[in-house]
């Protein structure tokens, strides 16, 4: 669950799902333990004219 993981990552968890509330405590502790922090999607985001490929990656917006 945890090995596509990387600096910059946002991991989402749906809060309908059956397992997230007794899966969620060890990976958080997982991830603090390999060094990760966590923060707020809003700080991973880059502020300006960018959007998202399909990969999910934030590129600079192509002038007009």
Do not use: W
């Not at 669950?1 to 990387?6: A, L």
């Not at 059956?18 to 502020?47: K, N």
């Amino acid at each position: 669950m945890t090995t596509k993981v990387g600096a910059g990552s946002i991991v989402l968890f749906h809060n309908a799902a059956l397992h997230t509330p007794e899966a969620l405590p060890s990976i958080i502790e997982y991830l603090l333990s390999e060094g990760y922090e966590i923060v707020p999607v809003s700080e991973l985001l880059l502020q300006g004219n960018y959007d998202t490929d399909n990969t999910g990656r934030m590129i600079p917006c192509e002038s007009a």
